[in-house]
């Protein structure tokens, strides 16, 4: 559809709002960008953004816009809650709105593989793009993992393929967007700050299968009982036997057939396996061969805060997870680690529930040291199964804390289970300092 001379409002200043305004701008639409936030917080951006012909509107008067603005259409950003004022204000006015990841499907040129999940899923899209263009196959990651799609949609034209990561909230507003591959990395709670209930998390997340075909692939995690799907399937599980894609002592095998060995990556984990197996699982559905997609994947350097090495010291590894936000992904990250393992956890209360993992964490672990807005909770949790020492809300006192419990050949892992935002920027916020505490520690 196309937006050429109408007023549309696109709501939200972040990534995908900037991207979406743009890309309506170059089409002849006149736009005005809506955010919440108060002006002096996005100054640097207005005046960014006004250079280029943009209008935006912040703060109270973005809700007064909301109100009584006159517009044709608005545009969703994913980061906006869809229950807030800004929102609801527009839908009670009946504006047409349509989300970022919609309106840059409606001018993709070329097929989408598109991959959501509650963990793993900016590792699967960076090695999926490494390995399609290595294997001869055009293509260009966006959506969330950066940039956004509507900031390389007219790119598509030139791709066989774009490839995609996509969040719950970016599916939440979806109308007739179509992946041709479909990944599933799997279902655990996360969000629970935005979503009222797993039902509801999930729910969103499943639309990512909602308009695929019969001729259309879906790869899927064989752990999670998904509903019948139209697309053919590709299943992988690094935990269970009965999947196409297993791990087998320490290899990936498609149906029998020995693919890669662990060992032969820069990745670890099982749960990097299973990264490793939905990636060859979309070159199964292109019909790649397997000894061109092996070496690339071979060849993939792993993002940082994600089961990253930082050092070893005084026998120890420090291990950093701080991409681990939820606890499926401390359970990812302890599984299948055969030494002990001295675990700082904690962060923001998004409402998860530890309990869960408190048999595992008593198994794997010789000690915990908890951290942040939730350490008193998981302390409670789990300190009649083994030592747990509190830093508070000091990641310093944490390391050291760790340091005095672990021995010669245990791991200290970094894996908070949750956000970050009680006391750092963001994950990557949480890590760096991880990293540079860690590597400032000294024998005495």
Same mark, same amino acid.
């Given at each position: 559809?196309? @937006?050429?001379?109408?007023?549309?409002?696109?709501?939200?200043?972040?990534?995908?709002?900037?991207?979406?305004?743009?890309?309506?701008?170059?089409?002849?639409?006149?736009?005005?960008?809506?955010?919440?936030?108060?002006?002096?917080?996005?100054?640097?951006?207005?005046?960014?953004?006004?250079?280029?012909? +943009?209008?935006?509107?912040?703060?109270?008067?973005?809700?007064?816009?909301?109100?009584?603005?006159?517009?044709?259409?608005?545009?969703?950003?994913?980061?906006?809650?869809?229950?807030?004022?800004?929102?609801?204000?527009?839908?009670?006015?009946?504006?047409?709105?349509?989300?970022?990841?919609?309106?840059?499907?409606?001018?993709?040129?070329?097929?989408?593989?598109?991959?959501?999940?509650?963990?793993?899923?900016?590792?699967?899209?960076?090695?999926? $793009?490494?390995?399609?263009?290595?294997?001869?196959?055009?293509?260009?990651?966006?959506?969330?993992?950066?940039?956004?799609?509507?900031?390389?949609?007219?790119?598509?034209?030139?791709?066989?393929?774009?490839?995609?990561?996509?969040?719950?909230?970016?599916?939440?507003?979806?109308?007739?967007?179509?992946?041709?591959?479909?990944?599933?990395?799997?279902?655990?709670?996360? /969000? +629970? &700050?935005? @979503?009222?209930?797993?039902?509801? @998390?999930?729910?969103?997340?499943?639309?990512?299968? $909602?308009?695929?075909?019969?001729? &259309? %692939?879906?790869?899927?995690?064989?752990?999670?009982?998904?509903? $019948?799907?139209?697309?053919?399937?590709?299943?992988?599980? !690094?935990?269970?036997?009965?999947?196409?894609?297993?791990?087998?002592?320490?290899?990936?095998?498609?149906? #029998?057939?020995?693919? +890669?060995?662990?060992?032969?990556?820069?990745?670890?984990?099982? /749960?990097?396996?299973?990264?490793?197996?939905?990636?060859?699982?979309?070159?199964?559905?292109?019909?790649?061969?397997?000894?061109?997609?092996?070496?690339?994947?071979?060849?993939?350097?792993?993002?940082? /805060?994600?089961?990253?090495?930082?050092?070893?010291?005084?026998?120890?590894?420090?291990?950093?997870?701080?991409?681990?936000?939820?606890?499926?992904?401390?359970?990812?990250?302890?599984? +299948? $680690?055969?030494?002990?393992?001295?675990?700082? !956890? #904690?962060?923001?209360?998004?409402?998860?529930?530890?309990?869960?993992?408190?048999?595992?964490?008593? &198994?794997?672990?010789?000690?915990?040291?908890?951290?942040?807005?939730?350490?008193?909770?998981?302390?409670?949790?789990?300190?009649?199964?083994?030592?747990?020492?509190?830093?508070? %809300?000091?990641?310093?006192?944490?390391?050291?804390?760790?340091?005095?419990?672990?021995?010669?050949?245990?791991?200290?892992?970094?894996?908070?289970?949750?956000?970050?935002?009680?006391?750092?920027?963001?994950? !990557? &916020?949480? #890590?760096?300092?991880?990293?540079?505490?860690? /590597?400032?520690?000294?024998?005495?």
């Amino acid at each position: 559809m196309s @937006y050429a001379n109408q007023s549309v409002a696109v709501l939200g200043a972040g990534e995908s709002g900037e991207a979406a305004a743009r890309l309506l701008q170059a089409e002849g639409a006149m736009i005005t960008i809506l955010d919440s936030a108060e002006e002096s917080r996005l100054r640097t951006k207005i005046d960014l953004l006004s250079a280029e012909g +943009l209008r935006v509107v912040a703060g109270a008067a973005a809700e007064r816009e909301s109100l009584h603005g006159s517009y044709e259409a608005s545009i969703l950003s994913p980061g906006i809650d869809p229950v807030v004022p800004l929102v609801q204000n527009f839908r009670k006015r009946r504006i047409k709105m349509v989300g970022e990841l919609e309106l840059a499907y409606e001018r993709c040129e070329c097929p989408i593989v598109g991959i959501t999940g509650t963990n793993g899923k900016t590792t699967t899209t960076q090695l999926v $793009e490494q390995m399609l263009n290595a294997c001869g196959v055009k293509t260009l990651a966006a959506g969330n993992i950066g940039p956004a799609f509507s900031a390389r949609v007219r790119q598509s034209k030139d791709l066989d393929l774009m490839t995609l990561e996509i969040s719950s909230f970016q599916l939440e507003t979806i109308e007739r967007f179509r992946a041709e591959i479909a990944v599933w990395l799997g279902f655990a709670a996360d /969000h +629970l &700050d935005r @979503y009222g209930s797993m039902e509801e @998390y999930y729910a969103a997340k499943i639309r990512i299968f $909602e308009n695929q075909t019969s001729e &259309d %692939w879906a790869v899927i995690n064989f752990r999670d009982k998904l509903p $019948e799907l139209k697309a053919q399937r590709i299943t992988f599980s !690094a935990y269970v036997p009965g999947a196409d894609f297993e791990l087998r002592e320490g290899a990936i095998h498609f149906r #029998g057939q020995r693919v +890669l060995a662990m060992a032969d990556t820069k990745l670890r984990g099982a /749960h990097n396996a299973e990264n490793l197996m939905a990636t060859l699982g979309v070159g199964v559905a292109r019909g790649l061969a397997f000894e061109q997609m092996v070496p690339p994947l071979c060849a993939y350097q792993p993002l940082p /805060h994600r089961c990253e090495l930082v050092r070893t010291f005084e026998g120890v590894d420090y291990i950093n997870d701080s991409k681990g936000t939820n606890p499926d992904s401390v359970e990812k990250a302890l599984v +299948l $680690e055969t030494r002990p393992v001295v675990l700082i !956890a #904690g962060g923001k209360d998004k409402g998860f529930e530890y309990d869960m993992l408190t048999d595992l964490v008593a &198994d794997k672990c010789r000690a915990a040291v908890v951290i942040g807005e939730m350490g008193e909770r998981i302390e409670a949790i789990w300190k009649d199964r083994m030592p747990v020492a509190n830093a508070g %809300w000091s990641l310093e006192k944490a390391v050291q804390l760790a340091r005095g419990l672990a021995q010669p050949g245990d791991i200290v892992l970094l894996s908070p289970g949750t956000s970050s935002f009680d006391m750092f920027k963001n994950y !990557a &916020d949480r #890590g760096n300092q991880f990293r540079a505490l860690v /590597h400032a520690l000294t024998t005495t």
